[in-house]
Protein backbone atom coordinates (compact mmCIF):
# COMPACT_ATOMS: atom_id res chain seq x y z
CA UNK A 1 0.00 0.00 0.00
CA UNK A 2 3.14 2.31 0.89
CA UNK A 3 4.79 1.76 -2.21
CA UNK A 4 1.44 2.63 -4.27
CA UNK A 5 0.94 5.59 -2.69
CA UNK A 6 4.37 6.79 -3.22
CA UNK A 7 4.02 5.82 -7.10
CA UNK A 8 0.91 7.69 -7.41
CA UNK A 9 2.57 10.69 -5.61
CA UNK A 10 5.77 10.87 -7.47
CA UNK A 11 3.17 10.83 -10.50
CA UNK A 12 1.06 14.22 -9.25
CA UNK A 13 3.87 15.66 -8.13
CA UNK A 14 5.10 15.73 -12.20
CA UNK A 15 1.89 16.51 -13.33
CA UNK A 16 1.64 19.63 -11.07
CA UNK A 17 5.24 20.66 -12.23
CA UNK A 18 4.27 20.61 -15.43
CA UNK A 19 1.01 22.10 -15.11
CA UNK A 20 1.68 24.49 -12.53
CA UNK A 21 1.14 28.20 -12.83
CA UNK A 22 2.56 30.96 -11.26
CA UNK A 23 0.39 32.93 -8.74
CA UNK A 24 0.59 36.30 -11.39
CA UNK A 25 -0.56 34.21 -14.61
CA UNK A 26 -4.21 33.84 -15.39
CA UNK A 27 -5.02 30.21 -16.90
CA UNK A 28 -5.53 30.93 -20.29
CA UNK A 29 -2.08 32.92 -20.40
CA UNK A 30 -0.60 29.80 -19.12
CA UNK A 31 -1.93 27.73 -21.96
CA UNK A 32 -1.20 30.07 -24.51
CA UNK A 33 2.23 30.43 -23.14
CA UNK A 34 2.79 26.16 -22.75
CA UNK A 35 1.24 25.76 -26.04
CA UNK A 36 3.74 28.34 -27.48
CA UNK A 37 6.85 26.57 -26.00
CA UNK A 38 5.86 22.84 -26.92
CA UNK A 39 5.37 24.44 -30.63
CA UNK A 40 8.82 25.68 -30.63
CA UNK A 41 10.29 22.52 -29.92
CA UNK A 42 11.42 19.41 -32.55
CA UNK A 43 9.19 16.15 -32.06
CA UNK A 44 13.38 14.57 -30.68
CA UNK A 45 13.43 17.98 -28.41
CA UNK A 46 10.31 16.39 -27.13
CA UNK A 47 10.33 13.48 -26.58
CA UNK A 48 13.78 13.67 -24.71
CA UNK A 49 11.82 15.46 -22.08
CA UNK A 50 9.08 12.87 -22.14
CA UNK A 51 12.29 10.22 -21.05
CA UNK A 52 13.95 12.47 -19.12
CA UNK A 53 10.98 13.31 -16.82
CA UNK A 54 10.01 9.43 -16.65
CA UNK A 55 13.59 8.25 -16.28
CA UNK A 56 13.03 11.12 -12.69
CA UNK A 57 10.57 9.52 -11.51
CA UNK A 58 11.73 5.92 -11.95
CA UNK A 59 15.04 6.78 -10.50
CA UNK A 60 12.89 8.51 -7.50
CA UNK A 61 11.40 5.39 -6.74
CA UNK A 62 13.85 3.18 -6.85
CA UNK A 63 16.21 5.26 -4.89
CA UNK A 64 13.45 4.88 -2.21
CA UNK A 65 13.09 0.89 -2.85
CA UNK A 66 17.05 0.87 -2.22
CA UNK A 67 17.38 2.53 0.60
CA UNK A 68 14.59 0.45 2.13
CA UNK A 69 15.38 -2.40 1.37
CA UNK A 70 18.37 -2.61 -0.46
CA UNK A 71 18.85 -3.90 -4.26
CA UNK A 72 16.88 -6.74 -3.74
CA UNK A 73 14.15 -3.80 -3.23
CA UNK A 74 14.80 -2.35 -6.28
CA UNK A 75 14.73 -5.87 -8.57
CA UNK A 76 10.99 -6.53 -6.64
CA UNK A 77 9.88 -2.71 -8.11
CA UNK A 78 11.50 -3.06 -11.06
CA UNK A 79 9.40 -6.40 -11.35
CA UNK A 80 5.71 -5.39 -10.18
CA UNK A 81 6.01 -0.94 -10.31
CA UNK A 82 8.05 -0.12 -12.95
CA UNK A 83 6.00 -1.02 -16.27
CA UNK A 84 2.81 0.30 -14.63
CA UNK A 85 4.41 3.85 -13.56
CA UNK A 86 6.04 4.14 -16.92
CA UNK A 87 2.75 3.58 -18.63
CA UNK A 88 1.32 6.47 -16.06
CA UNK A 89 3.85 8.67 -16.81
CA UNK A 90 2.93 8.31 -20.55
CA UNK A 91 -0.73 9.13 -19.96
CA UNK A 92 0.47 12.19 -17.89
CA UNK A 93 2.99 13.53 -20.50
CA UNK A 94 0.31 12.51 -23.60
CA UNK A 95 2.99 10.00 -25.28
CA UNK A 96 3.95 6.38 -25.29
CA UNK A 97 6.63 5.21 -23.34
CA UNK A 98 8.96 2.03 -23.32
CA UNK A 99 12.14 0.76 -22.03
CA UNK A 100 13.74 -2.04 -24.12
CA UNK A 101 16.88 -3.74 -24.57
CA UNK A 102 18.90 -6.28 -26.32
CA UNK A 103 19.86 -7.78 -23.13
CA UNK A 104 16.90 -7.84 -21.49
CA UNK A 105 15.45 -8.64 -17.91
CA UNK A 106 12.25 -8.49 -18.43
CA UNK A 107 10.51 -10.70 -21.68
CA UNK A 108 8.42 -7.85 -22.46
CA UNK A 109 11.02 -5.50 -22.56
CA UNK A 110 12.90 -7.20 -25.41
CA UNK A 111 13.84 -4.64 -28.19
CA UNK A 112 12.60 -5.64 -31.78
CA UNK A 113 14.34 -5.59 -35.36
CA UNK A 114 14.08 -1.71 -35.68
CA UNK A 115 14.65 -1.15 -32.09
CA UNK A 116 18.10 -3.45 -32.53
CA UNK A 117 19.66 -1.84 -35.48
CA UNK A 118 19.78 1.72 -33.55
CA UNK A 119 20.67 -0.11 -30.53
CA UNK A 120 23.82 -1.90 -32.30
CA UNK A 121 24.31 1.99 -33.88
CA UNK A 122 24.84 2.98 -30.19
CA UNK A 123 27.07 0.78 -29.50
CA UNK A 124 29.61 0.77 -32.71
CA UNK A 125 29.90 4.66 -32.39
CA UNK A 126 30.33 3.81 -28.34
CA UNK A 127 33.26 1.26 -29.29
CA UNK A 128 34.78 3.63 -31.72
CA UNK A 129 34.67 6.64 -29.23
CA UNK A 130 32.71 8.63 -31.19
CA UNK A 131 29.48 10.40 -30.48
CA UNK A 132 25.94 9.74 -31.23
CA UNK A 133 22.43 10.79 -31.12
CA UNK A 134 18.83 9.98 -30.66
CA UNK A 135 17.12 9.06 -33.61
CA UNK A 136 13.57 9.87 -35.04
CA UNK A 137 11.06 8.31 -38.03
CA UNK A 138 7.60 9.62 -38.73
CA UNK A 139 4.96 6.86 -37.92
CA UNK A 140 1.56 7.12 -39.20
CA UNK A 141 -0.16 9.51 -36.50
CA UNK A 142 2.99 10.67 -35.26
CA UNK A 143 6.79 10.15 -34.51
CA UNK A 144 8.70 7.53 -32.78
CA UNK A 145 11.98 8.98 -30.78
CA UNK A 146 14.61 6.26 -29.74
CA UNK A 147 17.32 7.85 -26.53
CA UNK A 148 20.34 5.72 -25.24
CA UNK A 149 20.33 4.96 -21.95
CA UNK A 150 23.70 4.62 -20.14
CA UNK A 151 24.64 2.32 -17.17
CA UNK A 152 25.44 4.22 -14.39
CA UNK A 153 26.68 3.25 -10.41
CA UNK A 154 22.86 2.77 -9.46
CA UNK A 155 22.49 0.46 -12.41
CA UNK A 156 24.97 -1.61 -11.67
CA UNK A 157 23.90 -3.04 -8.21
CA UNK A 158 21.21 -4.78 -10.06
CA UNK A 159 23.24 -5.03 -14.12
CA UNK A 160 26.88 -4.76 -13.15
CA UNK A 161 29.68 -8.39 -12.41
CA UNK A 162 28.38 -10.79 -10.64
CA UNK A 163 31.62 -11.08 -8.16
CA UNK A 164 32.10 -7.40 -7.67
CA UNK A 165 29.06 -5.54 -8.13
CA UNK A 166 25.86 -7.73 -7.84
CA UNK A 167 25.61 -9.44 -4.19
CA UNK A 168 24.61 -12.74 -3.90
CA UNK A 169 21.04 -12.12 -1.92
CA UNK A 170 20.07 -9.54 -5.17
CA UNK A 171 21.23 -12.09 -7.86
CA UNK A 172 19.17 -14.91 -6.32
CA UNK A 173 15.97 -12.64 -6.59
CA UNK A 174 17.02 -11.43 -10.14
CA UNK A 175 16.81 -15.39 -10.88
CA UNK A 176 13.56 -15.98 -9.01
CA UNK A 177 11.85 -13.04 -10.61
CA UNK A 178 13.63 -13.81 -13.69
CA UNK A 179 14.33 -17.08 -15.02
CA UNK A 180 15.65 -15.83 -18.48
CA UNK A 181 17.38 -13.02 -17.42
CA UNK A 182 20.48 -11.83 -19.58
CA UNK A 183 20.84 -7.95 -18.36
CA UNK A 184 24.47 -8.54 -16.28
CA UNK A 185 27.88 -7.82 -16.52
CA UNK A 186 27.52 -4.58 -17.70
CA UNK A 187 30.21 -1.90 -17.38
CA UNK A 188 29.51 1.87 -16.00
CA UNK A 189 28.43 4.18 -19.18
CA UNK A 190 27.63 1.15 -21.59
CA UNK A 191 24.57 0.95 -23.38
CA UNK A 192 21.84 -0.88 -21.58
CA UNK A 193 18.78 -0.34 -23.60
CA UNK A 194 17.03 2.31 -24.97
CA UNK A 195 14.05 4.82 -24.00
CA UNK A 196 11.31 4.57 -27.08
CA UNK A 197 8.69 7.66 -27.15
CA UNK A 198 5.63 7.89 -29.08
CA UNK A 199 4.13 10.93 -30.09
CA UNK A 200 1.15 12.23 -31.32
CA UNK A 201 1.72 14.85 -34.64
Same mark, same amino acid.
Given at each position: ??????????????????? =??????????????????????????????? *?????????????? %? @?????? /?? %????????????????????? *???????????? $??????????????????? @????????? %? #???????????? $?????? #? =????? /????????? %?????????????????????????????????
Amino acid at each position: MKKTIFLLSSITVLATLIN =CTSPTTKKGEKDKDSTAVSNRLTPIEKGSGI *ASRTKEVLGMNLLT %A @ISQRGA /GG %AVDFCSTRALHLTDSMGKVLG *AGIRRVAEKNRN $PVNQADSTELDYIRQVQNA @ISKGESFKP %A #LSETATGYRAYY $PILTDK #L =CLQCH /GDLKTEIKP %ATYTRIRELYPADKAIGFRLNELRGIWVVDMKK
